[in-house]
């Protein structure tokens, strides 16, 4: 562990190679009253990462006050100082970016390299952020625009923060997805009570004190650890949180509205994406982009394909053209070994006999497994499975692994039908030579984003990011998600006549 920097987030002494981390109740590193951990391990080898508190309702409330208490002055520290931190913050990730990468690696199965761009595009994330912020501005305006009315009255309208907002972050990118929310939140002004995931928690709590470090003041951000099931509810449904900002799947985030009326809300859940290869496509880059967009990171993306539309004919085209770019890009087995160019292990040996199971009931449906469906450990094999419908769960839900289907349909109006009729709508890619054919299909497509000639992705980071149906609420990008941070308060003058 890096000296000093890190060393009072822990619980000392260290017997081991594990980390025994403190939660962060907004103004010191503390050991819960509960007496509870939980522990956090590794999916490349299932050895002990470390153990994160489970804290209180009570340390929660504590924590919430100090937010609250804090906030109004946060919001009103010039603009310029709440910067200087976030740029500041960013800075000490890029210092401990090997220690993070390493640490990142063994939490939650990454390969290096992506382990390491998670990293570095977190800082740059934060920078971006900063940076934008100082754009964001108010208006004025006149009344007489409106019939009826004279130049009487004048609204100023500047954007006020919303309060204390709750920044929720997921397993499989939980210091990217956690800096998304947090840096925009502390940058329009609110304060910030972070609840990282467990698996994920540890490098979760790095983070945190790298804002703490960088000069956040007492009470602006807490980390407060522990499942759902001990403090998720207990969180969301708080009178003293003002907005939820959550990455996750789609039925916590159903769980979690039901539990937070009237709060503003920035939801990025589960995608299920799908792609349309056209007859013309170049079957190259589709089937490319179509594995890439499949295994990275073992399939554990809101963003990844999971299923293949096409016609017959060209169906016989795409799926040999995958099969062979399967072998020229994906080596499976032990996420830490320097030649695993994508597929590593899954979140947990659990989920990975969970994804296998859908696997063979699927196959017991009448789908055909054209390669993998096995698992060894936590690994899944990378998994081709064809002669599936739209009703089979391997379709129908977001299995979080390597599995890709293949479905064919009799023409683009089914394949536009089938998505449609989903209940996720994050993403879809179209694959066609002809991008003006491209834009008239994804303008049909009842999805947030669609991919012309690419797999879907979550940037570049100041694009709009969204989802809709169950896929989403709010909008994310640099911009939107400083904008969805606070809220505008019209102040109006009237002038006296």
Same mark, same amino acid.
């Given at each position: 562990?890096?000296?000093?920097?890190?060393?009072?987030i822990?619980v000392?002494?260290?017997?081991?190679?594990?980390l025994a981390?403190?939660?962060f109740?907004?103004k010191?590193?503390?050991?819960?009253?509960?007496?509870?951990t =939980?522990?956090?391990?590794?999916?490349?080898?299932?050895?002990?990462?470390?153990?994160l508190q489970?804290v209180t309702?009570e340390e %929660?409330?504590?924590?919430?006050?100090k937010?609250?208490k804090?906030?109004?002055?946060?919001e009103?520290?010039?603009?310029?100082?709440?910067?200087?931190i976030?740029h500041?913050?960013?800075d000490?990730?890029?210092?401990?970016e090997?220690?993070l990468t390493a640490?990142?690696?063994?939490?939650?199965?990454?390969?290096?390299?992506d382990?390491?761009?998670e %990293?570095?595009?977190?800082?740059d994330?934060?920078?971006y952020?900063?940076?934008?912020?100082q754009?964001i501005?108010?208006e004025?305006?006149?009344s007489?625009?409106?019939?009826g009315f004279?130049?009487g009255?004048?609204a100023? %309208?500047e954007?006020?923060a919303?309060?204390?907002?709750?920044?929720?972050?997921?397993?499989?990118?939980?210091?990217?997805?956690?800096?998304?929310?947090i840096?925009?939140?502390?940058?329009?002004g609110?304060?910030? =009570?972070?609840k990282?995931?467990?698996?994920?928690?540890?490098?979760g709590?790095?983070?945190?004190?790298?804002?703490?470090?960088?000069?956040?003041p007492?009470?602006?951000?807490s980390?407060?650890?522990?499942?759902?099931a001990e403090?998720?509810?207990?969180?969301?449904?708080?009178?003293?949180?003002?907005?939820?900002a959550?990455t996750?799947s789609s039925?916590t985030?159903?769980?979690i509205?039901s539990?937070?009326?009237?709060?503003?809300l920035l939801f990025?859940?589960?995608?299920?994406?799908?792609s349309?290869?056209?007859p013309?496509?170049?079957m190259m880059l589709t089937a490319r982009?179509?594995?890439k967009?499949?295994?990275?990171?073992?399939?554990?993306r809101?963003?990844?394909?999971?299923?293949?539309?096409a016609?017959?004919?060209v169906m016989?085209?795409v799926i040999p053209?995958?099969?062979k770019?399967?072998?020229e890009l994906?080596h499976e087995?032990?996420?830490?070994?320097?030649?695993?160019?994508?597929?590593g292990?899954?979140?947990?040996?659990?989920?990975?006999?969970?994804?296998?199971?859908?696997?063979?009931?699927?196959?017991?449906?009448?789908?055909?497994?054209?390669?993998?469906?096995?698992?060894?450990?936590a690994v899944?094999?990378?998994t081709?499975?064809?002669?599936?419908?739209?009703?089979?769960?391997?379709?129908?839900?977001?299995?979080?692994g390597?599995?890709?289907?293949?479905v064919?349909v009799?023409?683009?109006?089914?394949?536009?039908?089938?998505i449609?009729g989903?209940?996720?709508?994050l993403?879809?890619?179209v694959?066609t030579?002809d991008?003006?054919t491209?834009?008239?299909?994804a303008?049909?497509?009842?999805?947030?984003?669609v991919?012309?000639?690419g797999?879907p992705?979550?940037?570049?980071?100041h694009?709009?990011?969204?989802? %809709?149906k169950?896929s989403g609420?709010?909008?994310q990008?640099?911009?939107?998600?400083?904008e969805?941070m606070?809220r505008?308060r019209?102040i109006?003058?009237n002038?006296p006549?």
């Amino acid at each position: 562990m890096p000296a000093d920097f890190f060393n009072d987030i822990t619980v000392q002494p260290h017997t081991d190679s594990s980390l025994a981390c403190k939660y962060f109740d907004g103004k010191a590193w503390q050991v819960s009253r509960s007496g509870k951990t =939980v522990s956090v391990m590794s999916p490349a080898d299932a050895s002990l990462v470390g153990t994160l508190q489970i804290v209180t309702h009570e340390e %929660i409330d504590e924590a919430l006050l100090k937010a609250k208490k804090a906030q109004i002055a946060w919001e009103h520290t010039p603009l310029h100082a709440r910067v200087k931190i976030v740029h500041l913050a960013s800075d000490w990730i890029r210092q401990f970016e090997e220690y993070l990468t390493a640490l990142l690696m063994r939490e939650v199965g990454k390969t290096h390299d992506d382990a390491k761009s998670e %990293i570095l595009r977190t800082a740059d994330l934060m920078d971006y952020f900063a940076d934008e912020a100082q754009s964001i501005k108010g208006e004025t305006l006149d009344s007489d625009n409106f019939p009826g009315f004279d130049k009487g009255r004048i609204a100023l %309208i500047e954007r006020a923060a919303q309060g204390v907002v709750l920044c929720i972050a997921p397993f499989n990118y939980p210091i990217n997805l956690a800096a998304s929310k947090i840096a925009p939140a502390l940058l329009m002004g609110n304060a910030v =009570v972070f609840k990282p995931p467990t698996q994920g928690g540890i490098i979760g709590v790095h983070l945190t004190q790298a804002f703490v470090k960088a000069g956040v003041p007492e009470g602006v951000i807490s980390c407060l650890t522990g499942g759902g099931a001990e403090i998720g509810e207990y969180l969301v449904s708080h009178p003293m949180v003002d907005m939820v900002a959550f990455t996750g799947s789609s039925e916590t985030g159903v769980a979690i509205a039901s539990k937070a009326p009237m709060k503003p809300l920035l939801f990025e859940c589960g995608g299920n994406n799908p792609s349309i290869v056209l007859p013309d496509a170049d079957m190259m880059l589709t089937a490319r982009e179509i594995v890439k967009g499949s295994f990275s990171y073992a399939g554990q993306r809101c963003t990844a394909i999971k299923y293949v539309l096409a016609t017959p004919e060209v169906m016989e085209k795409v799926i040999p053209t995958v099969e062979k770019t399967m072998d020229e890009l994906i080596h499976e087995g032990d996420s830490r070994s320097p030649e695993t160019k994508m597929v590593g292990p899954v979140v947990s040996e659990k989920v990975a006999q969970e994804i296998v199971d859908v696997i063979e009931e699927a196959r017991i449906q009448g789908g055909v497994v054209l390669r993998g469906g096995t698992r060894k450990g936590a690994v899944v094999s990378a998994t081709l499975l064809s002669n599936v419908t739209p009703s089979m769960r391997v379709v129908s839900c977001e299995i979080f692994g390597p599995v890709l289907s293949f479905v064919t349909v009799k023409d683009t109006a089914e394949a536009v039908s089938i998505i449609n009729g989903s209940t996720y709508g994050l993403q879809a890619s179209v694959f066609t030579k002809d991008e003006g054919t491209g834009l008239v299909v994804a303008g049909t497509l009842n999805t947030g984003t669609v991919q012309i000639n690419g797999s879907p992705q979550r940037g570049p980071d100041h694009f709009p990011f969204l989802g %809709i149906k169950h896929s989403g609420v709010g909008v994310q990008g640099v911009r939107y998600s400083l904008e969805a941070m606070s809220r505008l308060r019209p102040i109006v003058i009237n002038k006296p006549s």
